[in-house]
């Protein structure tokens, strides 16, 4: 019997190798067009504007500095995608809102612009046609401008497990955050003109089931078997990144930095389920001293101002000896006129008298 085993351990070590890369073969997956996310429909879903944007993103880095974590050594491999860059160009172009030129590589471009120079240049002194110039380059209306901001572990961890004469199971779970803000900047004075965040949670899930039971006298069964999924960060990083682009056309829309084509598209569903969740989501949280959450409120409408009444003013009274009897009119004589000296005699001696 012994013999019989060490043979077929034997057999299974000369052929494991071939048999392993057929089955990595067979179970392999091909590489695919592009993950897409769940706001990436609602982003190329927005109305058509009514001109397009030209808009530059020199650098959309990771501001977080942090590592990934390990238990076993000390890893130099970053938390989150240090391609955000990248990721805002292509939701900016999928969005059908803008323009974006290349900024991120521009030396690049500069020094190929100035190789097309030297060539041409050469090229004519050695008696060939006059080749027109290069056009200029594109420039920018608007920059982009922030970044990856914070990426917070464990925010939420927690789990359950049952066992039962050596038999049972359990289920781990734990969430990350990520945060992400994105400024549009007028290159003409330097002006921020809107600033949006967004925020994505990255789920990790771990469950497992497990037997440690005697079924006979020595005779020991254990068998265990398990499942984790975790999202990756970069997808979850792409999606914070089309969300803040699809949140920033909706905000500019309101605050009239750019127009729709047709201006009854304001009331699409793909917009005012935006200004749904907007007025769902904004909350007012409130923290003691040490930190911890203690309530969370609505954010109020804002209350009209009421304009205080005007306050009645007394008019002053006069005492009644101070008062000046308003003169009669003058008797007319039977010629219908009337001395004006002896007029004004008459009125400064009723002055004179209210005055004592």
């Not at 076993?72 to 938390?79: D, E």
């Not at 734990?174 to 400024?183: G, H």
């Not at 682009?245 to 750019?258: A, C, N, P």
């Not at 101070?322 to 004589?333: A, C, D, R, V």
Request: with cysteine; net charge negative; aromatic share 8%.
């Amino acid at each position: 019997m012994k013999r019989v085993l060490n043979t077929v351990m034997l057999t299974a070590f000369v052929f494991w190798p071939g048999c392993g890369s057929e089955l990595a073969y067979k179970y392999t997956e091909r590489a695919t067009v592009g993950y897409t996310t769940a706001i990436h429909n609602d982003l190329i879903s927005l109305p058509a504007p009514k001109e397009k944007i030209v808009v530059a993103v020199y650098k959309f880095r990771d501001q977080t500095g942090q590592y990934k974590t390990s238990a076993q050594a000390t890893t130099f491999s970053t938390a989150v995608t240090q391609g955000a860059t990248s990721m805002l160009n292509k939701a900016l172009e999928d969005s059908g809102w803008f323009i974006p030129i290349e900024r991120e590589g521009l030396p690049n471009l500069l020094n190929e612009r100035q190789i097309i120079r030297s060539t041409r240049t050469q090229y004519a002194a050695e008696g060939g046609a006059q080749l027109p110039p290069l056009p200029p380059l594109l420039y920018a209306g608007v920059l982009l401008e922030g970044g990856i901001i914070s990426y917070d572990t464990n925010i939420i961890t927690g789990g359950l497990g049952v066992i039962y004469f050596g038999a049972g199971g359990s289920g781990h779970i734990r969430k990350d955050q990520v945060t992400i803000y994105l400024r549009l900047v007028s290159t003409k004075n330097g002006q921020v003109l809107k600033s949006v965040s967004t925020t994505k949670s990255i789920l990790s899930r771990e469950v497992d089931f497990g037997i440690y039971r005697f079924i006979r006298i020595k005779r020991l069964l254990e068998a265990e078997t398990g499942l984790s999924t975790n999202e990756p960060p970069s997808i979850c990083v792409l999606e914070a990144v089309e969300k803040a682009v699809y949140d920033l056309i909706i905000e500019g829309m309101q605050e009239g930095i750019w127009d729709l084509k047709n201006p009854e598209d304001i009331n699409s569903p793909v917009i005012q389920n935006y200004l749904k969740e907007k007025q769902d989501t904004e909350k007012i949280v409130t923290f003691d001293r040490k930190g911890r959450l203690v309530k969370v409120d609505d954010v109020a409408e804002p209350k009209e101002i009421q304009k205080p009444e005007p306050e009645e003013i007394e008019e002053p009274r006069i005492p009644e000896e101070m008062k000046i009897e308003e003169p009669n009119e003058p008797e007319k004589k039977d010629d219908g006129s009337m001395d004006s000296i002896s007029r004004f005699i008459r009125l400064y001696r009723k002055h004179d008298e209210a005055v004592k």
